[in-house]
């Protein structure tokens, strides 16, 4: 396993062979680590072979701690560590020497953890059922004490990974994934019973002990699973991105085509409110239709819409089964004046080979235009041995920290001509794509919509 460091952080779950610092900046590797980014950036592996890494947060000091699952019950479905590494916990890293390398570690060994977030002193870290908090040490990477219990009572199985997100307020969100596909078990269940205590987020007080996980404490609903969640400070407000559903040919090849099954469900990045419902198992997101459609175990028929006229549709939506597992704003300053106030999106699965060709342009009341880019892609020889890999995608910033909320700065994925123009989903403005701003993507032609 392998951290790739270049201000941004790119887990990749593979082996290596071991890097060389480059010749014109020692902070950074021969061959950025095994990934190629875009023209200015480099990357060095910060950390290897550290186990099966979900979620991870940066302290103030530029401590790094590392959510590990236990490789038996992997969310990720494909890792192939074995041995020692194979078991979960969380893995501190820390650079002693200012070079780019982590050079000291410490592992608490108590179990599969997957979710992480920082509020210092506290680390907040979940396993499937919990949520712990650890006091940190800042002189050492060491726990100070046994963590506390935040929440207890989540249910086991199915969409195992808990990520977790923090306000200023004190509230806690945490995802807790569906138990399955579409709620199905022999025919169509509706109500579905699993929205009680699974498929959403649920909010809870970070400083209160031992709380249940129950209904009362559900903040949105309709949310297959929100591996990517995050508080935006700037405009106080949870996004989150969803794994859509799977296998909509092989159970209605007469709806879909193999082709269509490709693409469909959308991945989605949702604003999340409280109260939302965002339409799972009854709904999934139609990216050529730009809506959400009824699914077909309620009655569907690949086009109408039924009771999903009145769910809340994504902000964005992205191509079928890209898998979107990680979710940052940036920032940062250290990045070029593009990127800022934009949000950093990790896929795996079919995101690395479908995402190379692709690049976005979004409108903005600012009558500039960003992009959606690769910003991390791996080698060839980052994919030996069938490893999965995770790799990022960058949307552009939009001028104004209210960029997803505006109709016009929402990303769709749209044809990007000069004179063109789009209607974002659940609005009736039109949107005008700006040539003002050249732009050559990374990997190719930028995609017209399908």
Known sequence: MRLGYAGLVVVLTTCSAGERPSAANPQCD????????????????FADEIGVARHLVVTPAGDV??????????????TRVSGDAARGGIMALRDTNADGRADLRFRIRDGSHSGMALRLPFLY????????RYRLDSASLARIASPDTIVTGMPDGGHSSRSLALDES????????????????????????????????WRYGAAHLSQVHDVSHRFATGIRNAVGLVWNSANHTLYATQHGRDGLHNSYPRLYSVEKSDDTPSEELLKVEAGGDYGWPYCYHDRVLRRLVLAPEYGGDGNKAGRCADKKPPIAAFPGHWAPDGLLFYRGTQFPAKYRDGVFITFTDRGIEMGRRMAIKLCSNHSRTAHLAIAARPS???????????ASLIIGRSGLPKALMDPCTSPMISAVESGR????????ARCP?????????LYGAEVEPR
Not at 421 to 428: A, H, K, L, M, N
């Open 170 to 201: 004190g509230n806690l969100f945490v995802n807790v994934g569906s138990d399955s596909n579409a709620c199905w078990s022999g025919q169509a269940q509706d109500p579905c019973p699993e929205l009680d205590e699974r498929a959403g987020i």
């Open 30 to 45: 021969e061959g950025n680590g095994g990934i190629t980014l875009p023209r200015g950036f480099c990357a060095a592996v």
């Open 380 to 390: 060839p020889m980052a994919l030996r041995g069938g490893a999965s890999i995770r």
């Open 125 to 132: 870290s979940s396993t499937p059922t919990t949520v712990l």
């Open 421 to 428: 123009s789009f209607t974002p989903e659940g609005s009736s």
């Open 433 to 441: 794509l700006s040539s003002a701003e050249p732009y050559t993507p």
């Open 65 to 78: 701690y590392v959510a590990l699952e236990d490789a038996e019950r992997s969310s990720a479905n494909s």
